[in-house]
């Protein structure tokens, strides 16, 4: 599957974006999906995941009750909405597909390992 990732920009903090994860491919609903970020210096790190039916969430601690995930598999597109941002959520964030199950991939903090497939990264920086 391959992705595109759209929807970063510049916003004041307690603002909102929403992230947008365009597949290519029939077999996007078939896939486990997530959200990485990686700030200026710092390694790629988890921050949301989504099961194929859409059902089952994961979020990272930090990104809790302010981050949704979603999909909408006719669109073959997952979305993360971003709300009440800070300027610690400065980074690129990256989609990712993953074809573990869910149970598997969340049974600890989801690795870069887990997922074969990603997007190539949409800048988000908050400014305080």
Request: with cysteine; net charge positive; charged share 15%.
């Amino acid at each position: 599957v391959q992705l595109q990732a759209s929807g970063g920009g510049l916003v004041q903090a307690g603002g909102s974006l929403r992230l947008s994860c365009a597949a290519s491919g029939r077999t996007f609903s078939s896939y486990a999906m997530g959200w990485f970020r990686q700030a200026p210096g710092k390694e790629r790190e988890f921050v949301a995941a989504i099961s194929w039916s859409g059902v089952s969430t994961y979020y990272e601690d930090s990104v809790k009750g302010r981050f949704t995930i979603s999909r909408d598999n006719a669109k073959n597109t997952v979305y993360l909405q971003m709300n009440s941002l800070k300027p610690e959520d400065t980074a690129v964030y990256y989609c990712a597909a993953s074809i573990e199950p869910f149970t598997t991939l969340v049974a600890g903090t989801p690795t870069v390992q887990s997922f074969g497939s990603w997007g190539q990264g949409t800048l988000v920086t908050v400014s305080s």
